[in-house]
């Protein structure tokens, strides 16, 4: 008696059999579905029906469409490349925005090679290092998507959920899309303390604004281009999460309010050994801009 095991071939007529038949033929088909996302999406929903399509963020992209991605960067050189790479992959029509801080590693001589690399990055230096806030502002100015996206310059966030974060809006359901980590998507186990004080800001903040947001301090926020370039925004630092959201949140003389979404996001979050920059102080600088804001403009 053997003890070897052996793979048997396929059968005559077998799955397997019959694709090897048609893979000539299948060939043009998948060159054109590489070449095409839109060709990929109108075959899935031939394969899948248009509602499952949706459901799962599968959808054709407007003609002339544009996303303004905004990426503030300080000292990120170890995972800055990577992440625009990855920003990149990501089969919508668009811009990036890459404002340096005033770094001091590595990270100028990156943004100059990713600016030579990409004919779709463009890349500001901030004078002096003046915070997320002041960055995302310089930012903003240099928009001309559709939609704008904040994008942190770390591994965090995860691009490839952009599908589903603008998805509301091109639906025409919202103004303002944000992504809350905690409704529903996996996320690294890190620190319990961050994200009691998450939930607390959060908290404060819809007292203040009589929203139902889940996530305030989160990363991913979508507007309509107009929306963003509209703004007078102040805050130099993270203080720019209760100021938008305040501000977003405020009724407007004469016109409706701006209709906000929230959907679930995947999170990542690093430790401060890989680079973690926010810290008490941040906190207690979210909860002054949350009353202010509140208050006044």
Known sequence: MTTALTQKAPAPGTPAEKLAEIAPELAPLL??????????????????GVNACRQIGIYPIPPGFKLSVVIPVYNEERWLAELVRRVQAVEIPKELILVNDFSKDGTPAIL???????????????????????????????????LVIVQDADWEYDPAE?????????????????????????????????????????????????????DMETCYKVFKREIIQGMTLKSDRFGFEP?????IARKRKGQPRWRIFEV?????????????????KDGFQALYCIIRYWLAD
């Not at 100021?243 to 501000?247: D, P, R, S």
Request: charged content about 25%; hydrophobic content about 35%; proline content about 4%.
């Open 31 to 48: 060159e054109r579905m590489a070449a095409d996302p839109n060709a990929r999406v109108a075959l899935l929903e031939q394969l899948l």
């Open 112 to 146: 100059a090679q990713l600016e030579k690399q990409y004919d779709n990055v463009r890349v500001f230096h901030q004078p002096k290092n003046m915070g997320k806030g002041a960055a995302l502002r310089e930012g903003f100015k240099h928009c001309t998507g559709d």
């Open 162 to 214: 952009y599908p589903k974060l603008i998805q509301p809006i091109l639906d025409g359901r919202a103004d303002v899309v944000i992504g809350s980590r905690f409704i529903g998507e996996s996320h690294r186990v890190l620190y319990y303390w961050h994200s009691v004080g998450n939930k607390v800001l959060t908290t404060l903040s819809n007292w203040c604004t009589n929203l139902n947001l889940t």
């Open 243 to 247: 100021e938008v959201t305040a501000k």
């Open 264 to 280: 679930p996001i995947s999170y990542s979050g690093r430790t401060y050994e890989e680079g973690k920059k926010i810290g008490m």
